[in-house]
């Protein structure tokens, strides 16, 4: 499932929550810089797993928690011999929000939830994590899924901080947010850096810069993201993987599949498996 055979990732998706269940072994390179549409919350296992994010390089060891949030970018390293090994959690923005929401009934409509930190040593919320990863990975009654998750999010309460919901931060440069608005409408399309510059009003050189302190990404591995997220979420329905690659602007199926594994440590075939329950139609 990995390009280095002593690698592997386990996944599987929850019908009735959305949310997956990831357990997975790396060693060396794990996969490049990405980002997830979902709440991301686990813990190391074994090893040191080593990841950049929120601007700071950060070193996760067994019995440390690792949380991040939709949209930050990070990447995933094994600086040392025998690799990491973590669990994980995706969790669906809309069912984090709902459900928290619920247990901070004075929060305001115009906040979303935040986690404070991207590591803690929490040892009752590492457990609470992996209660909910068993009750969802061994499909346990609904009764007992809902009991672990609603346990979880009680220990997540402690890490959450609730922002103002803003599709704009005034201390960032506004034409990374004119790119980025445009990428989101077109990305299926094949646009070019001088498209993007001729659309903010500036040149390719400072569009890129400013792109990449806004959004920790240069313009065109932004423009391959948005298009992985969206694979993933037609993949989990079980769309055709040649269908998914043509309509969102893959020059093929295999090319999909390359960025695919670089990203997510698996290939589209084996995660539309495991999220559809659907055999592999093709190889990807």
């Known amino acids: 499932m990995t390009d280095n055979k002593k690698s592997w990732v386990h996944l599987s998706q929850d019908a009735e929550t959305g949310i997956e269940t990831i357990r997975a072994h790396f060693e060396g390179h794990a996969y490049d810089p990405h980002w997830h549409d979902s709440y991301l919350v686990g813990f190391t296992e074994q090893g040191v797993q080593q990841f950049s994010c929120r601007n700071a390089l950060h070193f996760s060891t067994p019995g440390k928690v690792f949380m991040l949030e939709p949209g930050e970018v990070h990447d995933g390293h094994a600086p040392v011999e025998g690799g990491f090994t973590y669990s994980m959690l995706y969790l669906e923005p809309q069912w984090v929000e709902r459900e928290l929401r619920a247990l901070h009934e004075s929060t305001s409509i115009e906040c979303l939830p935040s986690f404070g930190s991207t590591l803690t040593e929490q040892a009752e919320l590492l457990v609470a994590i992996a209660d909910a990863f068993k009750a969802l990975e061994y499909r346990e009654l609904r009764i007992?899924?809902?009991?672990?998750?609603?346990?979880?999010?009680?220990?997540?309460?402690?890490?959450?901080?609730?922002?103002?919901?803003?599709?704009?931060?005034?201390?960032?440069?506004?034409?990374?947010?004119?790119?980025?608005?445009?990428?989101?409408?077109?990305?299926?399309?094949?646009v070019g850096l001088d498209e993007l510059a001729s659309i903010t009003g500036v040149d390719r050189f400072r569009l890129t810069r400013a792109f990449k302190v806004a959004f920790g990404l240069a313009p065109h591995a932004y423009l391959i993201q948005l298009r992985l997220s969206k694979a993933r979420f037609l993949l989990a329905k079980g769309d055709p993987l040649a269908e998914?690659?043509?309509?969102l602007g893959f020059a093929d199926q295999s090319h999909m599949g390359r960025w695919f594994r670089r990203a997510y440590g698996l290939t589209p075939a084996s995660y539309r498996k495991r999220c559809s329950n659907l055999p592999d139609a093709s190889r990807g």
């Open 244 to 247: 998914v690659a043509m309509k």
């Open 144 to 190: 007992v899924k809902q009991t672990a998750l609603d346990r979880l999010l009680i220990k997540l309460t402690d890490h959450v901080k609730w922002r103002i919901r803003a599709a704009y931060d005034p201390r960032l440069p506004q034409v990374a947010y004119r790119a980025r608005d445009y990428l989101h409408a077109h990305m299926q399309d094949d």
